[in-house]
């Protein structure tokens, strides 16, 4: 294994913008990647997101332009992936480690006007990177033109065929020059993916840093069963607390997203939502500013959940469990980034038992069941024993949990004694009134709130 930049063979250009950003030693797919990707070998990497991918294909592909005999501003690298906050990430990242190189850059996705894109284009660059719509898009337009492309890089591969681009993919395939380097990298490996795969690839080396749809570790895992109902006060109730700094929240839908960061919003919380429907302009201001601390919470759709590489994530909340398993991973991989510790809360409805089941499934394991709050829910857990699917023998009561399981750790950060969620000190939760006497009683003034007016 590569210990040091060092040891690597990158010219002194990509090693001083290396260096200046900080890193120093390769994670374990660039030490492993670089090297092949430098002798134009094709390649298959199978890595999560958080695990220096990008640089592992950016810095091969700036050395090969930059010390190649072309020197044109036709296209020559072309990077395609599924969503415009990861196009604009690498791209940025290609801006970063090339500043000392005289190469241009420039990125290309739907959602905006084409006008600055079709602008920059036209000024001659070397590497674009985009999504497969907008591409599509401008080369039916002629303005995108792959007659000398050299390298292709397919990037999130199995996140694109999730989105249903595997039509958009297979057609700018089509449109590549024959003879050209192919690099394709993708989280998860399920037979689809690894179809695109062999039809792209020439001899590849194979690359697999972790385990196929394993999460990184020190990742503190847990599911919380509740009524769906329930769930925004529970919410409510974790994030009261204060100690869940950087909070990632995902939903299923767009109109969840907006709801609840609304709801946060008026509850003071400083959250933000990001997802397609989001102009690009809002999205980047909800990014920059979970980025920079001014967001302590932000609610995401399962689209942009590739798209967030942000520093510091402490919390992810699955608002609302996925419908499809490996998405679990890519959720929850938003935290515990280069060896820190993160942990990942699940809210499990009645009606989300069977995704539940599908995640532990693919994780070949239980995940640990949370019961101390107020919200548990016998109901929604019905079926299961400590997050595995219980037989179907009758049972004469409610299965219990085993007398010596005690979780690993809180998952909202701190340590109660009475409730998970309340100081001991704490003044007592406002509750419902008791049930009405004969007469009516006199109406409290104030903001007061009853739980029956959430």
């Not at 690597?8 to 913008?17: C, E, G, K, M, V």
């Not at 797919?29 to 592992?56: H, M, N, V, W």
């Not at 933000?272 to 609610?299: M, Y």
């Amino acid at each position: 294994m590569i210990s040091s930049f060092i040891d690597l063979d990158l010219i002194p250009s990509l090693q001083r913008a290396v260096r200046e950003e900080g890193y120093f030693t390769p994670t374990p797919i660039q030490s492993e990647a670089i090297p092949y990707l430098l002798e134009g070998r094709d390649l298959l990497g199978c890595a999560q997101t958080g695990t220096g991918k990008t640089a592992a294909f950016a810095l091969p592909i700036l050395q090969y332009l930059s010390i190649s005999d072309v020197h044109n501003h036709r296209i020559r690298a072309l990077v395609l992936t599924p969503t415009r906050e990861l196009a604009a990430q690498i791209d940025e990242s290609f801006r970063v480690y090339g500043r000392y190189l005289k190469l241009n850059t420039a990125v290309i996705f739907g959602g905006v006007g084409q006008f600055q894109q079709e602008k920059a284009l036209k000024k001659g660059i070397q590497i674009l990177v985009a999504t497969p719509g907008r591409l599509l898009d401008l080369m039916n337009q002629g303005i995108v033109r792959l007659d000398n492309l050299e390298v292709f890089v397919l990037d999130e591969a199995d996140r694109m065929l999730d989105m249903g681009f595997i039509h958009d993919v297979k057609r700018v395939i089509a449109a590549l020059p024959a003879k050209r380097q192919s690099l394709f990298f993708s989280a998860t490996m399920p037979p689809a993916v690894s179809r695109l795969a062999s039809s792209l690839l020439t001899n590849p080396v194979k690359v697999e840093v972790v385990p196929q749809a394993t999460p990184a570790d020190h990742i503190d895992q847990c599911v919380m069963f509740v009524e769906k109902s329930a769930k925004r006060d529970l919410l409510s109730d974790l994030l009261a607390e204060g100690n869940m700094g950087k909070t990632l929240i995902f939903t299923r839908t767009k109109h969840m997203a907006n709801k609840l960061s609304q709801q946060l919003t008026r509850q003071d919380i400083l959250a933000g939502a990001i997802h397609g429907n989001k102009s690009q302009n809002a999205r980047t201001q909800a990014l920059a500013g979970f980025r920079n601390g001014e967001l302590s919470v932000l609610v995401a759709t399962d689209i942009a959940a590739r798209g967030i590489d942000v520093e510091g994530i402490t919390h992810v909340v699955n608002f609302e469990l996925p419908n499809e398993p490996e998405s679990y991973v890519h959720r929850i991989g938003r935290t515990a980034r280069a060896g820190a510790e993160g942990i990942a809360i699940s809210f499990c409805s009645g009606e989300e038992r069977a995704y539940l089941k599908s995640i532990e499934a693919l994780l070949g394991h239980p995940i640990p069941v949370v019961k101390d709050h107020e919200y548990h829910s016998d109901e929604a857990s019905r079926g299961y024993v400590d997050g595995a699917p219980a037989d179907n023998k009758p049972k004469q009561r409610e299965p219990r949990r085993p007398h010596d399981y005690t979780p690993k750790k809180r998952p909202w950060g701190t340590k109660v004694s009475a409730s998970p969620f309340r100081d001991r000190n704490a003044p007592p939760r406002k509750t419902a009134p008791d049930p009405a006497p004969s007469r009516a009683p006199k109406r409290q003034s104030g903001n007061r709130r009853g739980m029956n007016q959430r």
